[in-house]
């Protein structure tokens, strides 16, 4: 009561605690805790970034129609835009009427230029995707977005942009105003087109007409017509296709279908091969093993096998897995196919085995921590009532020693699901037109090579010809990626807590 | 306080301490006992370091034996002896022999596992397996191939019963054996190691991580076990000893001391070196 008096008169400014900060309390804990919040934040900003540029991609935007300055006409869709310093030569050879009009926005706008990528697709046409168009260009009309401006997305070459102005049956034209053939198309479009039926003729930006067939149209609508519903059923429709269609035009559009199914299958595969292995090495080592020089020599070994690139694991697999192991299977059993290699080439099995080797020690270590932490009282109460060995493993230890087997397993499936490198050697492919898995004899087809979401990213960002267009959809894939592993990881965990309940409960 | 008393009846334990090996005094009571289980000239070394002298006795047949003595005397080694359990330490050496009714224990044919079947150990620290209540009492039986349900069902309820558990776990055997309390847990391995009717019944301090109530309720279990079982018992509590066992073996570093007949050895103890344990005065 004293003290507390004393402190109120002296506006309680003194304090012996207040002495050492150190003496406070556990200043540590802002360390640490700073620590942490400082890798959520990283975690947080990675995965809303990958959302972010993930899920806007499918979003439809409008098109827009640009009359430059020149009198050209561009039409598509804004992909984005960026200010640049351009050099005074460009400027200087651009027409009069530009030049004043850059000359009024350099010095407006402190030696910078604002220019925008449009999607201008008809590449039949124009021989380009996408094209850079300087804010400077816009003529008096700026921006406009024309009410039957028309997306096509088509099997080949890219997406189209147009206005209708007719549809043909068989040749014959049925009628010329947009929203006649607009009408039309929506009828006669659908499943089963037949081939070169039905066509609807476009009116290009560029002035030009074109027929498409119906049968190569996967998507159309009237992109400035859009109400929030539209949106959202193409945005939908376009996720669907994405996770349930096979890619088209060299990976950039389409689904990732048979990329998720390769890797779900490759990382199954791969657990099921590493975690027998794993676990019968940590045996061995943990219970049978004299303990000794050779036995730490063993271990340190394979944790440094944990260390080693992965793309020297590829190296090992495509040399021993495909070329020793699948030769020597295809010089035993498919001797007619010869030279065209069945399993003397990459394929899922090698994938799985090599990514298995890779993420062996992971799982070893696992294990072998979980059988070390089986109590010994255990063993001797098993070995007392008159088990031999293996039955106090197989019935006491191992049961025991599961739920840490179970985060071996998650571990070096988080691992094998997330490596590019060594697959690329030993099976994953740009494009594989058949899945591993179907309903032709004998179903499992291990020798045939698989998409891989991870190789198809590195496809799409580094690989595709059509680069603009394929960049979106490193984001998609990327977040697809990220799901699965998610999604398989989620899964084991909830198998190891099951375990867990089943195995422990409280001692007191 | 070193009276002149006790200086005198220190004397074979001062033997003792200087590494003499000093005769078992055995009350002539156990002479007309029938022997099931006898350790003849048993000596054990934990490495260099010798941890059993030339342990002689012999365990009567449906009796209760206790072992005494101080901390780190080699009771639990005696007791692991007798099973074996002490092959599991690497650095463990013996010589000597035990018989488990005819039959030697330590001879050079001998199966280890068919040897523990024929007896079974309760720990000082319960440790039941990571399985049901059930797996967890029949585990004995199971190793050793018995698959038909109903008889496993049947002496399961029984070594439940046997050891007091049944009435509180009948309605959750298929719960798991870890999910009881410390004195639960300690009763289902008592179930457990009587379960497939051993010869023996080894008990290494059942009763040192239990709370009275859970004690009392093992001790009466001794108490019922006896005529039908062989146990032999460590403890550290003589009161417990005194309650439970019909005979008493008194141990000091590694020397058995005196052996006889609990009551004897209680009240009216032929050394005066058990006395001074018993009573207190040293240990
Ligand atoms: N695994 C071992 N390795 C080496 N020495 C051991 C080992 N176990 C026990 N000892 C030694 O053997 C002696 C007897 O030990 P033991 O455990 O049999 O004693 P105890 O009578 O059971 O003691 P307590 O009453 O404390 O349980 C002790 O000196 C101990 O240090
Ligand atoms: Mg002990």
Same mark, same amino acid.
């Given at each position: 009561m004293v003290s507390r008096k004393n402190g109120? +008169?002296?506006?309680?400014?003194?304090?012996?605690?207040?002495?050492?900060?150190?003496?406070?309390?556990?200043?540590?804990?802002?360390?640490?805790? =700073?620590? $942490?919040?400082?890798?959520?934040?990283?975690?947080?900003?990675?995965?809303?970034?990958?959302?972010?540029?993930?899920?806007?991609? =499918?979003?439809?935007?409008?098109?827009?129609? #640009?009359?430059t300055l020149d009198g050209s006409v561009v039409m598509g869709e804004i992909t984005r835009s960026e200010d640049f310093e351009p050099q005074p030569e460009t400027v200087a050879a651009l027409g009069e009427e530009e030049i004043s009009a850059a000359q009024a926005e350099l010095s407006r706008?402190?030696? +910078?230029?604002?220019?925008? $990528?449009?999607?201008?697709?008809? =590449?039949?046409?124009?021989?380009?995707? /996408?094209?850079?168009v300087e804010d400077f260009r816009f003529g008096s009309q700026g921006i406009q977005k024309p009410k039957w401006a028309l997306i096509f997305e088509r099997t080949a070459w890219g997406r189209f942009y147009g206005v209708p102005v007719g549809f043909l049956i068989d040749g014959e034209i049925q009628t010329t105003g947009p929203e006649e053939?607009? +009408?039309?198309?929506?009828?006669?479009?659908?499943?089963?087109?037949?081939?070169?039926?039905?066509?609807?003729?476009?009116? *290009?930006?560029?002035? @030009?007409?074109?027929?498409?067939?119906?049968?190569?149209?996967?998507?159309?609508?009237?992109?400035?017509?859009?109400?929030l519903g539209r949106k959202i059923g193409i945005y939908l429709d376009r996720w669907r296709e994405f996770l349930t269609a096979e890619p088209r035009e060299a990976n950039s559009e389409g689904g990732v279908f048979p990329a998720i199914f390769g890797t779900v299958v490759m990382t199954l595969g791969m657990t099921l091969l590493v975690v027998p292995f794993g676990v019968m090495s940590a045996l061995y080592l943990r219970e049978y093993a004299r303990q000794g020089w050779l036995t730490s020599m063993v271990r340190i070994s394979i944790n440094n096998l944990a260390g080693v690139p992965s793309i020297v694991f590829g190296v090992f697999g495509l040399g021993f897995f495909s070329y020793i192991v699948g030769g020597s299977i295809d010089a035993i059993f498919f001797v007619d196919k010869l030279p065209n290699p069945t399993f003397g080439t990459g394929g899922i099995i090698w994938a799985s085995l090599t990514l298995a080797l890779l993420t062996l020690p992971v799982v070893i270590v696992a294990?072998?921590?979980?059988?070390?932490?089986?109590?010994?009282?255990?063993?001797?109460?098993?070995?007392?009532?008159?088990?031999?060995?293996?039955?106090?493993?197989?019935?006491?230890?191992?049961?025991?020693?599961?739920?840490?087997?179970? *985060?071996?397993?998650?571990?070096?499936?988080?691992?094998?699901?997330? @490596?590019?490198?060594?697959?690329?050697?030993?099976?994953?492919?740009?494009?594989?037109? &058949?899945?591993?898995? &179907?309903?032709?004899?004998?179903? /499992?087809?291990?020798?045939?090579? =698989?998409?891989?979401?991870?190789?198809? #990213?590195?496809?799409?960002?580094?690989?595709?010809?059509?680069?603009?267009?394929?960049?979106?959809?490193?984001?998609?894939?990327?977040?697809?990626?990220?799901?699965?592993?998610?999604?398989?990881?989620?899964?084991?965990?909830? $198998?190891?807590?099951?375990?867990?309940?089943?195995?422990?409960?409280?001692k007191f | 306080m070193p009276t002149i008393e006790s200086r005198t009846a220190g004397d074979r334990l001062t033997r003792i301490a200087r590494g003499e090996v000093v005769s078992t005094t055995i009350h002539p009571e156990l002479a007309h006992e029938e022997a099931v289980l006898d350790v003849q000239g048993f000596?054990?070394?934990?490495?260099?370091?010798?941890?059993? /002298?030339?342990?002689?006795?012999?365990?009567?047949?449906?009796?209760?034996?206790?072992?005494?003595?101080?901390?780190?005397?080699?009771?639990?080694? $005696?007791?692991?002896?007798?099973?074996?359990?002490?092959?599991?330490? @690497?650095t463990v050496s013996i010589s000597g022999d035990m018989k488990l009714g005819p039959d030697s224990i330590y001879g050079k044919s001998v199966d280890v596992i068919e040897l523990r079947r024929r007896m079974g150990m309760v720990f000082q620290k319960s440790n039941p397996f990571p399985m049901s209540i059930r797996e967890n009492v029949v585990y004995a039986l199971k190793i050793n191939g018995e698959r038909n349900r109903a008889v496993l069902d049947e002496v399961c309820e029984k070594a439940l019963r046997g050891a007091a558990l049944w009435d509180e776990v009948k309605d959750r055997l298929d719960e798991s054996g870890l999910s009881m309390s410390g004195g639960q847990q300690q009763r289902l391995c008592i179930a457990r190691a009587i379960a497939a009717e051993p010869e023996v019944l080894l008990m290494d301090e059942p009763c040192s991580a239990l709370d009275p109530i859970a004690t009392s309720r093992v001790e009466e279990l001794i108490l019922r076990l006896r005529g039908d079982y062989t146990v032999l018992m460590v403890t550290h509590n003589m009161q417990q000893a005194s309650r439970v066992s019909d005979f008493t073996a008194f141990m000091y570093l590694g020397q058995v001391v005196e052996y006889g007949p609990t009551a004897r050895l209680f009240t009216n103890p032929l050394l005066k070196e058990t006395e001074d344990y018993i009573t207190g005065r040293f240990g």
């Open positions: 109120q +008169k002296s506006n309680g400014s003194y304090s012996p605690q207040a002495a050492s900060l150190l003496a406070r309390g556990e200043p540590m804990v802002w360390l640490t805790g =700073f620590g $942490l919040v400082m890798g959520l934040l990283m975690v947080i900003a990675l995965v809303g970034y990958l959302f972010y540029e993930g899920s806007v991609t =499918f979003w439809p935007s409008p098109v827009v129609q #640009i009359v706008r402190e030696g +910078k230029l604002r220019r925008s $990528l449009v999607r201008t697709g008809n =590449f039949e046409l124009t021989g380009e995707h /996408f094209r850079w053939s607009w +009408k039309l198309f929506n009828e006669h479009s659908g499943q089963d087109i037949p081939p070169s039926r039905y066509a609807i003729r476009l009116h *290009t930006a560029s002035g @030009e007409t074109k027929d498409l067939d119906l049968a190569e149209i996967v998507r159309a609508y009237p992109a400035n017509q859009l109400g294990t072998e921590e979980a059988l070390a932490a089986v109590p010994t009282s255990m063993r001797e109460g098993s070995f007392a009532c008159g088990a031999t060995k293996w039955q106090t493993i197989a019935r006491v230890v191992l049961p025991r020693a599961l739920p840490g087997v179970m *985060t071996g397993a998650i571990l070096a499936m988080a691992r094998g699901a997330g @490596e590019v490198a060594p697959l690329m050697l030993v099976g994953a492919v740009k494009l594989a037109p &058949d899945l591993p898995l &179907d309903q032709h004899f004998p179903f /499992f087809h291990p020798e045939r090579s =698989f998409m891989h979401l991870g190789f198809h #990213i590195y496809d799409l960002g580094f690989q595709s010809q059509n680069s603009e267009a394929a960049k979106p959809m490193v984001f998609t894939t990327t977040m697809v990626l990220m799901g699965i592993i998610l999604l398989l990881n989620t899964a084991a965990i909830w $198998l190891r807590s099951r375990m867990a309940r089943r195995y422990s409960g409280s | 000596n054990l070394w934990y490495g260099e370091t010798q941890a059993i /002298f030339d342990v002689s006795m012999s365990i009567p047949q449906g009796k209760v034996t206790a072992l005494i003595g101080p901390s780190g005397c080699g009771k639990s080694t $005696l007791l692991r002896s007798v099973n074996r359990m002490n092959d599991l330490i @690497e």
